[in-house]
Structure formats: C-alpha cells, structure tokens
C-alpha cells in the first residue's frame, strides 16, 4: 500500500491533534509519583527489597524531580529514609525518637519539623493505606481540578478566565502541604485523601490563587527579598480567606489532623499585631540606614515566619469584617492597596496600624509598579 502526500498531511494532522489532546490531557494532572511511592512501599510491606533502578525511577518521577536534581538532598533523603522506617518490616528505634521531638523544637527548626511531619504522614497513611489505593484509582482528579478552578473564580467574583492556563498539579506523597511552585502546583497526596470534598477544593483553589495571581504580578516583588516579603504577605493573607474561613484552628485540626501545627499557627496569629508592630519597626529602621538590608532581612525572616501567613491571615480577616472585602478582591496583587486597606479597616476597630511614615514609605516603593 503507497501513502499519498494528502494521506501524509492528513496523519500528521492526527498525530499533532492527538498529542495536543494528550498533553492538555496529561497536563492537567500528574500521579506518576503517587504510583511510584504505591509500587516501592508495597514491596516494601511484602518484605522485598527495593533496588536501585527502583530508587532512581522515583527520584525522576514528576513529584520528587526537582528535589532529587536539587543540590541539597535534605528532603529527598528524608523521604527515602521516612518509607523505609514505616513501611519496612524491621522495625526502626529511629522512628520513636523522630516522633518524640518536641512542639518546641518543631517551631525553631524547619528541619525537625519536616522529618517529624513527613514520618507521621506516612504512618498515617500506612494506616490507611487499602482505602488510599482505592482513592488512587477511583476519584477523578480532572474533575477535581475543575472544581478548584472554579472555587477561585467564584472567590474572585469573576467569571473563569478560559485565557489563563494554569500550571499542572504534581501530587506526590511528602508533608501534609501544598505549594505553588514555579513548574507545577505541588500537593500532597494523602493530604487530598484525608480532606473533605469542600476542604480540598479550597485547598488546591487557594493554591491556584497564588498561580494565578502570577499573571498580575510584576518586578516589584522580585526586585528585592523587602518587596517580596511584603508582597508575600498580602498573596498568603488573601488565599488563607480561599481554604481557612473557619480559622487556623478549625483548618489545623479537622482538615490537617495536627493539634501541634494547630498550636504554633494560631499563636502566630493571635500576636500577629505584635510582630506587625516588630516589622514595621524593622523597615523603618533600615529605610533609616540604622541597619543594612541583610540585617532587616534575617529580622523580619524570625518575624514573619512561614512566608508571613499568619500576619497576612490575620490583616485579611480584619479587611473582611470591616466591610472591605470587595475592595481586597479587586486589588489582590497590589501590596499598598491590602496595607491601606488593612490600615482602614484596624483604625475602625481601633487595633494596631501602620504609621504614616511607613505608609509613606510603601506608597513610595510600589508607586511605579501599580497604576
Ligand atoms: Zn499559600
């Protein structure tokens, strides 16, 4: 049988057509990683070894890439050395000491607290671990990428945006989080498992808030680690409004089972006036040239700890109940706008504000980037 040129055209246009149908397909989500992490954990539990063309096939898979190609190994090998302790059939001294860190030290190292969350995720999920395969092959994530996509929507008060093409979600088996990362959302497997259905669309839709948001953004936040500090806040203040309405209690405890993450996070929060007070003072301090940048900077990384999420948090609850949600909305990738917002909003109820000197200053620094 000959081919014709037309027949010729006429299969490279189904091939093209095909992989463009795959890809958009594919790109919505990808579970390579949770099926490599339900292969290896499996022969473990069957009590077979795992070599180390197996490793190596789940350190390239999506989710666990960039930590494997990462200069730092810190997390790679702690979540090799997580499976093996839990799903192994010896038993490991290791995992009693890990377990017994205290919430003191979880909350002064970033390291102990991931090697404590990541090992008591996978216990649980060991735990459940017939159901998870089940949740694995039966719940349609596509769809439930739709949903999140539209939850963000909803919460921004407009219609969908069909233009904008939001990144991929890796789901990989890791600490119960989520990340908006710069090649694909990341998410936590056993996370999405546990949650309700409504707790994990807002979940991923407050994720996709912060991808979206990209669109908006501009050099201001990358000019200097001050603007992206400061932009930070206002981007995890205005998400948390997406998946933690019922406040970092009620989120920490019935949607992320973690009565210790519970306790650090609303602490944060409750002296989020305090440590706004401490931040201001910092930049002024610098703007003052009483300190140099790197200075200000590691002060306001022991300030705004986890990326300033309480504080943002807490700024945006005040916006709402002031009546000022619709105005946060509209300008939510404009950082003096949420600080003005926030300022009007605490003088009504007569909590902690922002100077005029500092306002001055972050009209001053944002006014060339936002029109
Ligand atoms: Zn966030």
Request: proline residues 1%; aromatic residues 14%; contains cysteine.
């Amino acid at each position: 049988m000959t081919i014709n040129k037309k027949q010729i055209v006429k299969i490279a246009g189904t091939l093209i057509l095909y992989f463009c149908v795959n890809t958009s397909y594919s790109q919505k989500v990808d579970l390579s990683s949770v099926d490599k992490f339900i292969k290896i954990t499996s022969n473990l539990n069957d009590g077979k070894q795992i070599s180390a063309e197996q490793w190596n096939d789940f350190d390239k898979s999506t989710g666990y890439k960039k930590y494997a190609e990462s200069e730092n190994k810190f997390i790679l090998n702690t979540v090799q050395e997580s499976i093996k302790m839990v799903f192994s059939k010896t038993k490991s001294t290791e995992i009693d000491i890990i377990l017994g860190i205290s919430k003191d030290s979880i909350a002064k190292n970033i390291k102990l607290m991931f090697e404590k969350r990541i090992l008591t995720n996978f216990i649980d999920m060991n735990k459940n671990y017939a159901s998870i395969k089940s949740f694995r092959e039966n719940y349609d994530f596509n769809a439930y990428v739709e949903k999140s996509k539209q939850r963000l929507f909803t919460f921004l008060g407009t219609t969908a945006d069909s233009s904008f093409k939001f990144k991929t979600v890796y789901f990989n088996c890791m600490d119960a989080e989520g990340g908006n990362d710069e090649d694909a959302v990341y998410l936590d497997f056993n996370l999405v498992y546990k949650m309700s259905e409504e707790q994990r669309i807002n979940f991923l839709a407050h994720e996709f808030f912060h991808n979206y948001r990209e669109k908006f953004e501009n050099q201001f936040r990358r000019k200097c680690d001050l603007n992206s500090g400061l932009d930070m806040i206002q981007n995890e203040g205005i998400a948390d409004m997406i998946d933690k309405t019922g406040g970092y209690q009620d989120y920490f405890t019935s949607a992320l089972h973690e009565p210790e993450l519970a306790r650090i996070m609303v602490g944060l929060y409750d002296q989020a006036q305090e440590d706004m007070e401490k931040l201001q003072r910092v930049i002024l301090k610098y703007t003052k040239g009483e300190i140099s940048e790197t200075q200000m900077i590691d002060k306001w990384l022991e300030i705004a700890k986890f990326n300033g999420h309480a504080i943002g948090c807490f700024m945006a609850n005040q916006i709402i109940k002031a009546g000022y949600k619709n105005e946060m909305i509209k300008s939510f990738y404009n950082p003096y706008e949420f600080y003005s917002l926030y300022n009007k909003a605490a003088q009504k109820q007569n909590i902690f504000q922002f100077s005029d000197e500092l306002m001055n200053y972050l009209k001053d620094i944002t006014k060339e980037y936002y029109r």
